[in-house]
Nanobody, 124 residues
Framework: QVQLAESGGGSVQSGGSLKLSCAVSRDSYSGFSMAWFRQVPGKERQGVAVLDWVSRTRYADSVKGRFTISQDSTKNTLYLQMNSLKPEDTAIYYC??????????????????WGQGTQVTVSS
């Protein structure tokens, strides 16, 4: 079993930055793909970024060049650095993990573990 806990959300003005963290309870999640999703109430959940076990990444077009996904395996923590934030980035952000090695898709199928989410609000 893997438990995920996000933190770091908050309110910022347009153009600002936030860094989200996701603490992973499992000592070793080698082979897992880790991802960030976001969801606005009433809309479908959207994949933001994914990082696989050999550090390949994929980003949604809407965040390329502004967001960076990374991890610190010594701290069992996944990060999402968000720069140049826009009001349309406002959403609840979720951390997710897939047991499928090399999984790099940004649709939410085949992600087996989810965090509880953290709110990000960007004001204009």
């Amino acid at each position: 079993q893997v438990q995920l806990a996000e933190s770091g959300g908050g309110s910022v003005q347009s153009g600002g930055s936030l860094k989200l963290s996701c603490a992973v309870s499992r000592d070793s999640y080698s082979g897992f793909s880790m991802a960030w999703f976001r969801q606005v109430p009433g809309k479908e959940r959207q994949g933001v970024a994914v990082l696989d076990w050999v550090s390949r990444t994929r980003y949604a077009d809407s965040v390329k060049g502004r967001f960076t996904i990374s991890q610190d395996s010594t701290k069992n923590t996944l990060y999402l650095q968000m720069n140049s934030l826009k009001p349309e980035d406002t959403a609840i952000y979720y951390c997710a993990a897939s047991r499928i090695a090399g999984w790099l898709r940004l649709d939410d199928g085949n992600y087996h573990y989810w965090g509880q989410g953290t709110q990000v609000t960007v004001s204009s």
